[in-house]
């Protein structure tokens, strides 16, 4: 296994910070809000750290506590290598971005005029809303200590969705007036 999905990046990310149960690891992307912007379930969990066990990515401990098997995850050196590999690949290619919008928008002629701007108004707002949200977050995340690099997760949407608002007022003002 040479490239790493994201989800197994993801994966590997978690584990970079200190060895953990898989169970430890779905509470982690859930209070991480990582579904969000990783691929990462619960299934695939397993799933992935069989595989990258099986790579030599990782490595398991196997642990007997309450007479129960408890497996222990820690990242591999060939892991961290591999993920600090895909980590500089994906810091250094942008990737495009598919917004549902751009379906509606290609083919708002099949709309009134009235409806098309009428919708986007309110798109317009739920982004507002969505950008609140996210200020929010990164106002908890910065109350609790978390560092300034995943802070910037919370931060990043903000801009994208300040640029989406400006994408958004730009069209409305071109549209034709009337129905």
């Known amino acids: 296994m040479t490239d790493l999905s994201n989800a197994e990046s993801a994966l590997l990310g978690l584990l970079s910070e200190q060895p953990m149960y898989p169970y430890q690891i779905e509470q982690e992307v859930k209070f991480r809000d990582m579904r969000s912007w990783t691929e990462l379930s619960m299934s695939s969990i397993y799933k992935l750290l069989t595989k990258l066990e099986k790579a030599g990515m990782v490595n398991r401990r196997d642990e007997i506590?309450?007479?129960r098997l408890r497996k222990l995850y820690s990242i591999s050196d060939a892991g961290r290598k591999a993920l600090q590999a895909k980590l500089t690949a994906l810091?250094?290619?942008?990737e495009h971005i598919r917004w549902q919008v751009d379906i509606?928008?290609?083919n708002c002629d099949l709309l009134p005029v009235a409806t098309v701007r009428e919708a986007l108004?309110?798109?317009r707002k739920k982004l507002e809303e969505k950008i609140k949200c996210y200020e929010e977050l990164r106002?908890?995340?910065?109350g609790i200590g978390c560092p300034a690099n995943r802070v910037s997760v919370a931060v990043r949407p903000v801009y994208l969705l300040k640029g989406e608002i400006e994408w958004v007022d730009a069209f409305l003002a071109g549209l034709p007036e009337g129905d």
Do not use: K, S
Request: net charge negative; glycine share 0%.
């Open 65 to 67: 506590a309450e007479n």
């Open 91 to 94: 810091l250094r290619e942008p």
């Open 104 to 106: 509606a928008t290609y």
């Open 121 to 123: 108004t309110d798109y």
């Open 139 to 142: 106002a908890f995340m910065q």
